[in-house]
C-alpha cells in the first residue's frame, strides 16, 4: 500500500461526495425541523427561548448558513414564538410560510457534512500516530464508507457533533498527556467545551479524561519522586482545571454568557438554560422513551438493546477487525512476550472513552437507537484498524520468524484479503447510497431485513417521503392512504394522501378499519408498523401479515390492498372475561356495520353462525381464567387464517381476529356421535336402554351432534370435562334455555355442571355450537357406575326440552357414556 499522503484525502472526498450528494434525496428526519428551528431562532435572534434540551453548538453551526436566507420570515413573526412552542413553531417555519424546505436543508446539513469530514481527519491521525501508516489509511477507509457515521453527518442533529468533538477532546488531551504544555492545554479545552456544547452526553469526557489523567501520572511516577509526591500532582491539577475552565467558558460563551436565576430561586447562575436542559435530560430518562427490539416494545428499554444494535448496524468488516484486535491483546497478555504492540500505555486514550460511553448505554432506559452510541464508533475503528499493524501474538512469541507459519499467513490476509474485503466494504456503502440510516450487516438479513429488529432512528425517521412521491408517481397512484412516521409535510412533496390517523394525532382516522383495509394503496412507515409510540403497537399488525409490494428507502412499506372476493358476512365475539371494546368501536375497526354479530362465552362454548359463507371471530388472549377456551381456540381454530393479533402489550388486553372460512370443524374432536336414553335414571343390570344416533332432536329446536369425555374412570374428588356439539334448528320458542349436565346415580345426580355460553336469544337455523361443561365428582362419592346425561331446560319455568320417545313415553334428557368412579 503506498505512503503517500493523497490516499486519506481522497478517502475523505468521497465521503464528503457521498455525503453531500445523499442530501437532496432524502426529506427532513423526525428532529432535523426541530434543530434547524432552534438554529435559525438562535442566530437571527440570539434569544435562548427555543433552546430546549440541547446545547446550542448545533444551533451556531446550521443556523449560520440560514442567514443566506432573507426571505425567510422572521422568528418574531412566527406562531408561537411567544410561547416558544417549539413543534409548531418549526411546522409554520417549515411548512405553512412558503419557505423553500430543500434549500433549507442543504444550508443546514452542510456544516454538519464539514465536521463529519474532519472528524475523519482526526481518525487517521490518531490511527496512524498510534500504530503506524497502514493503519492510519485503514482506519481512514473504514470511516470513508461508514454508513451509520455516513447517515448522520449529513442530518441536522447533536449526535455527529458530540461523536466529533468528543473524539477531537479526547485526541487532544492525548497529545498534551504525552507532552503538556500550554498550546495543547488551550486545545483540549476548546474541544472540551465544543463537545460540551453539542450535546449533554458529552459530559462523561470530564471524567474520563480525569481519569486518563490519573493513570498517566501513576505510570509516570518514578521511585527516586516518591518522597515529593505534591510536586508531581500540582501540575497536572493545575492543568485540569485551566482545562475545565477553558471549556467552561466555551460554553458560557454559547449561551451568550446568560446569567439568571434558577426557577424558584433567585440565586443568579451561570448558563442556566444549561443546566436546566440537564434536569430535563434526567427527567426525560426517569420517564423512559418508546422503543422497539425485536418483536417487542418497552417504554424503559432494554440493556441489550446497544449490544443487539451494535451487532446488527456495524458493517462486518469492522466487527470482525475488531475482534481480531481484540483476540490479538488477549494473545499477546497471554504469550507475554516483550514484543507487544498492544499496550495499555498507548491504547488506553484510545479505550477507556468508548467503554465508558457504551457502559453508561447499557444502564440508559433512552433506547434511542445506535445514535445514541456514534460517539464510540471513531474509537471502535481506530483500535480496529491497529490490527493490520500487529503480528499475530504466537509469532511473536516464536520470535517473529519469517519462516513460522502463522505470520506469512498473516501477511497474506493483510495483503490480498483485506484489499478485497474493502473493496467489498465500499462497494456495500456505494450501493446503499443514499440509504445509509437504514443500514443492517447480514446478521440482520441485510438493511431489507432489520424492521424485524430495529426502527426509529435506526431505519426509519421519516426521511423518504421524496422517494415515496416518485414511486406513487410511476404507479399512477392518485391517492395514498399513508401512516406515516415523521415531522414532515407530505403534501408538501406533492403525495396526495389521506391520513391513517386522526388530525390531532389522538387515535385512528374515522375511515381506517385495522381489522379490514379497505381496498386501495397504503403507505405504512416501519416504526408505525412495529408500534414503540403507539399506545396501541400492535394497532398494524394487518400490514405485518402482509407482504409490500415495495419498501421505499427500506423505511416506508407499500401495500396494494385488493377487493375481497368472498366478503365476511358474520363476526363471532368472545365477551370473556369481559367486552373487548364497544359494539361501535367494533364496527370500526372492522368496517362494517352490516356483519351478523353473535356473542358467546368463549370459556366454555365455541360457534359456528350457519352457512358456508366466511365470517371473523374477536377472541381474548388465552389467560389463566380462560384455559379451556385456549383448548378450544387450539382445536377448533387450527385451520383459521389469523389476520390480527394484539399481543397485550402496554394497557391494551390482548386479542386475536381469525378469518373463518365458513362450516365447521367438529372433526377436530373426535365425538362420540352416540346418546342414549332410558327410563332409568341410571340404568344397571337389565335396565332396557335405547340407542340414539345423532343427530338428536331436542324439542324441534337443537339437535345434539355428539360428544367427548376427558375419562371415563375417575377418583373422588376429581373432575371430567364434557365436550358436547349441537347445532339450531328453530328459533327458540322460548330463548332463556340452559344447558344441563350432571353425573347420575341410583338415587339422583351427584355431580351438576349446568351452563349454556351462547345465549338462545341469539340463535340461527343452522348455527352450530360447542359446549364444555365441568363435572366434578365429590369426594364423598361411593365407588360404582354412573351416566353422564344432558339436555336443555327453560329459565323461566324449569320445564325440559323433549329428547326422544322410549317405550311409549317422552324422554327430556339425553345419557351420553357411564362412567366408573374407583377407590
Request: aromatic residues 14%; charged residues 15%; neutral net charge.
Amino acid at each position: 500500500m503506498s505512503r503517500g499522503g493523497w490516499i486519506p484525502a481522497i478517502l475523505l472526498l468521497l465521503f464528503f461526495a457521498q455525503a453531500v450528494s445523499s442530501i437532496p434525496l432524502k426529506a427532513p428526519t423526525f428532529d432535523e425541523e426541530f434543530h434547524i428551528a432552534r438554529a435559525y431562532a438562535y442566530v437571527r435572534t440570539g434569544d435562548l427561548r427555543m433552546q430546549q434540551n440541547h446545547p446550542p453548538l448545533v444551533s451556531v453551526l446550521a443556523g449560520v448558513p440560514l442567514l443566506t436566507m432573507p426571505e425567510l420570515t422572521a422568528p418574531e413573526e412566527i406562531p408561537h414564538w411567544d410561547d416558544a412552542y417549539l413543534f409548531y413553531f418549526a411546522d409554520h417555519l417549515f411548512w405553512h410560510l412558503g419557505h423553500d424546505v430543500d434549500k433549507m436543508l442543504f444550508l443546514a446539513r452542510f456544516p454538519i457534512i464539514l465536521l463529519g469530514t474532519l472528524l475523519g481527519a482526526f481518525v487517521y491521525r490518531w490511527a496512524r500516530e498510534t500504530y503506524g501508516t497502514e493503519a492510519g489509511f485503514l482506519a481512514a477507509g473504514l470511516y470513508a464508507f461508514a454508513p451509520n457515521l455516513l447517515a448522520h453527518t449529513r442530518l441536522v442533529t447533536t449526535d455527529l457533533a458530540v461523536t466529533a468533538w468528543g473524539f477531537i477532546a479526547l485526541y487532544a488531551f492525548r497529545r498534551y498527556l504525552r507532552r503538556p504544555t500550554g498550546y495543547r492545554i488551550c486545545l483540549t479545552g476548546l474541544a472540551l467545551g465544543l463537545a460540551l456544547a453539542a450535546k449533554l452526553s458529552a459530559l462523561l469526557v470530564i471524567p474520563v479524561m480525569g481519569l486518563l489523567l490519573l493513570l498517566t501520572r501513576l505510570r509516570d511516577s518514578q521511585p527516586s519522586t516518591a518522597g515529593t509526591p505534591g510536586v508531581k500532582r500540582v501540575g497536572p491539577l493545575r492543568d485540569g482545571a485551566v482545562i475545565l475552565l477553558i471549556a467552561g467558558l466555551v460554553v458560557w460563551a454559547f449561551y451568550r454568557f446568560e446569567m439568571r436565576a434558577w426557577p424558584g430561586s433567585t440565586l443568579l447562575l451561570p448558563a442556566t438554560t444549561y443546566l436546566l436542559n440537564v434536569r430535563t435530560l434526567i427527567g426525560h430518562a426517569g420517564r423512559g422513551h418508546g422503543a422497539f427490539l425485536m418483536g417487542r416494545v418497552s417504554m424503559h428499554g432494554w440493556w441489550y438493546y446497544f449490544p443487539v444494535a451494535f451487532l446488527l448496524k456495524t458493517p462486518l468488516l469492522t466487527l470482525n477487525l475488531l475482534g481480531w484486535a481484540v483476540w490479538d491483546a488477549v494473545r499477546q497478555v497471554r504469550w507475554r512476550t516483550g514484543l507487544r504492540r498492544r499496550t495499555w500505555r498507548t491504547e488506553i486514550a484510545l479505550l477507556l472513552f468508548p467503554t465508558a460511553y457504551f457502559g453508561f448505554a447499557l444502564a440508559s432506559s433512552l433506547n434511542i437507537g445506535y445514535r445514541y452510541i456514534l460517539p464510540v464508533v471513531p474509537f471502535v475503528i481506530v483500535y480496529a484498524a491497529g490490527a493490520v499493524a500487529a503480528k499475530p501474538a504466537a509469532a511473536q512469541a516464536a520470535g517473529a520468524k519469517a519462516t513460522g507459519p502463522l505470520l506469512p499467513r498473516w501477511t497474506w490476509l493483510r495483503r490480498y484479503v483485506l484489499p478485497a474485503l474493502m473493496a467489498l466494504y465500499a462497494g456495500v456503502s456505494l450501493w446503499l447510497h443514499p440509504h445509509y440510516l437504514a443500514y443492517f450487516n447480514l446478521l440482520a438479513g441485510g438493511p431489507g431485513g432489520g424492521y424485524r429488529y430495529l426502527v426509529d432512528s435506526n431505519l426509519d425517521w421519516g426521511q423518504d417521503l421524496k422517494l415515496l412521491q416518485i414511486y406513487l408517481e410511476a404507479q399512477g397512484v392518485d391517492e395514498v392512504r399513508l401512516g406515516y412516521f415523521g415531522t414532515a409535510d407530505p403534501a408538501y412533496y406533492g403525495i396526495q394522501y389521506r391520513s391513517l390517523f386522526a388530525p390531532d394525532s389522538s387515535g385512528l382516522a374515522d375511515d381506517f378499519s385495522p381489522f379490514n383495509p379497505a381496498p386501495g394503496w397504503y403507505a405504512v412507515s416501519a416504526t408505525v408498523l412495529q408500534g414503540p409510540f403507539s399506545s396501541e403497537p400492535d394497532l398494524f399488525d394487518w400490514f405485518r401479515r402482509h407482504e409490500p409490494v415495495a419498501k421505499i428507502g427500506y423505511s416506508i412499506f407499500v401495500y396494494r390492498v385488493e377487493p375481497d372476493p368472498d366478503p365476511v358476512r358474520w363476526l363471532g365475539v368472545c365477551y370473556t372475561p369481559e367486552p373487548l371494546m364497544r359494539d361501535g368501536e367494533i364496527s370500526r375497526r372492522f368496517g362494517r356495520d352490516d356483519l351478523r354479530r353473535v356473542g358467546f362465552d368463549c370459556a366454555q362454548t365455541w360457534v359456528y353462525p350457519a352457512g358456508s359463507r366466511p365470517g371473523w371471530y374477536l377472541v381474548p388472549a388465552a389467560n389463566p381464567s380462560l384455559a379451556d377456551n385456549d383448548l378450544l381456540a387450539g382445536q377448533l381454530m387450527e385451520e383459521a387464517q389469523v389476520v390480527y393479533r394484539e399481543r397485550g402489550l402496554r394497557d391494551m388486553p390482548g386479542y386475536t381476529v381469525y378469518r373463518w372460512g365458513g362450516g365447521t370443524s367438529l372433526e377436530a374432536l373426535s365425538l362420540v356421535e352416540q346418546a342414549w336414553a332410558s327410563a332409568a335414571l341410571a340404568p344397571v343390570g337389565t335396565d332396557p336402554v335405547v340407542a340414539l344416533s345423532v343427530p338428536v332432536d331436542l324439542g324441534g329446536q337443537v339437535s345434539f351432534m355428539g360428544y367427548s369425555l376427558s375419562s371415563d374412570r375417575i377418583a373422588p374428588g376429581g373432575e371430567i370435562l364434557l365436550t358436547t356439539a349441537w347445532q339450531v334448528t328453530a328459533q327458540p320458542e322460548d330463548p332463556p334455555l340452559s344447558m344441563f349436565a350432571h353425573v347420575v346415580g341410583p338415587t339422583g345426580a351427584l355431580s351438576v355442571g349446568d351452563g349454556l355460553g351462547y345465549p338462545a336469544i341469539q340463535w340461527g337455523p343452522g348455527d352450530a355450537f360447542v359446549q364444555r361443561n365441568r363435572l366434578l365428582i365429590p369426594a364423598e362419592v361411593a365407588p360404582g357406575r354412573y351416566w353422564v346425561q344432558v339436555g336443555f331446560y327453560s329459565l323461566s319455568t324449569g320445564e325440559r326440552l323433549p329428547t326422544a320417545d322410549v317405550e311409549g313415553s317422552v324422554a327430556d334428557r339425553l345419557l351420553l357414556a357411564p362412567v366408573e368412579i374407583y377407590e
